[in-house]
């Protein structure tokens, strides 16, 4: 009895640390947001931490494949392998399940590439991307990654999320830009789509859409516009058939709103 009473006047206790987890965690993390990879140094500069901390962490995140060094830089960077788990994930793969084929309705459609990104702490993640049928397009990468400060599909799903996440999400940006950015979330929030040129690819108009289920938001279906002759479709024609079917993916999913 004295322990317990010890105990409860010592408050709530910490939650328990795992050091190597955390390590583990922070490795993977920062590998993350380099895709050309790190060098072994370069990696305790990153993470603020001594060799003899991480070296034996990230020697064992290669032997269980999580990680991959390059023979020829010494650099390390992440193997398929967080996607490849990912996408065994139920909620996940039902997602891509549904999702795929409207993809690929869209871009038979308009004949313009389309993705389906989700947020992804501070960078969205493509779950899918189908290319445009035409000879020449323009595409983005399944399993790449972006910061969602830079793309359309990052400002529509933010801009569907709770006003606390939209807070933080504006509050990454320089102080400078956070104004601007909350009336871009404002805006894409009452119009329900974002049509804007790409902060990434210059000459590339994106038009995107949120898709939810019934939780609330949980992606989008972004296109990444691009005119050339002979178009079936205009880019507001585009935006249309993107909107619909982002509509259709969301009730398919769960969604009961309008």
Known sequence: MAA????????????????????????????????DGLTMNELVEALERSMGEIYRVVLYLVERDYLQQD???????????LFELAHRNPVTERMLNKAVPV???????????????????ANILILAS???????????????????????????????????????????????????IRKRLQDISLHGYDDSESQIVKGVRNLSAPV???????????????DQSNMKTTAAETLEIIRENARQLSRALGWLGD
Do not use: W
């Not at 955390?22 to 993350?32: G, P």
């Open 212 to 226: 939810f289920d019934n939780r609330g938001v949980v992606g989008a279906i972004t296109c990444g516009h691009i």
């Open 4 to 35: 317990q009473t010890e105990d409860a006047t010592q408050g709530p206790r910490k939650k328990a640390s795992v050091p190597a987890v955390e390590k583990a965690l922070d490795i993977l993390e920062v590998l993350s947001s380099h895709r």
């Open 103 to 121: 993809l690929e309705r869209i871009a038979a459609i308009t004949e313009q590439s389309c993705h389906l990104g989700v947020l992804n702490r």
């Open 71 to 81: 023979p020829d830089t010494s650099r390390y960077s992440l193997t398929p392998r």
């Open 130 to 180: 189908v290319a445009s049928p035409r000879p020449a397009g323009y595409a983005v990468r399944t399993g790449a990654m972006f910061p969602a400060l830079m793309t359309s599909t990052g400002m529509v799903v933010v801009a569907h999320s709770d006003p606390e996440a939209q807070n933080r999400f504006a509050g990454r940006a320089p102080a400078d830009a956070r104004d601007a």
